[in-house]
């Protein structure tokens, strides 16, 4: 067991970086799996949807080939 006295307490702890981290990883999962052709699979309305690449892309504001859109 840890001991209480080493853990950090939750004034330490800076929620909107580990979030902030957390998107950052997330998005270059999906950008991975999207610039390798892949699918991914992801939970919304209730159920299991696939997100294509291209959606991927777009979410992220880029064209359908994964390259920043013009303007």
Not at 28 to 42: F, I, P
Request: contains cysteine; aromatic residues 6%; glycine residues 8%.
């Amino acid at each position: 067991m840890t001991d209480p006295a080493i853990m950090p307490t939750a004034s330490l702890i800076d929620h909107a970086l580990i979030d902030r981290c957390h998107y950052l990883a997330t998005r270059d999962a999906l950008l991975e799996h999207a610039r390798m052709g892949r699918s991914v699979h992801e939970w919304g309305n209730g159920q299991i949807v696939t997100v294509t690449p291209t959606e991927i892309f777009a979410r992220y504001g880029l064209d359908e080939n994964g390259r920043p859109k013009p303007g």
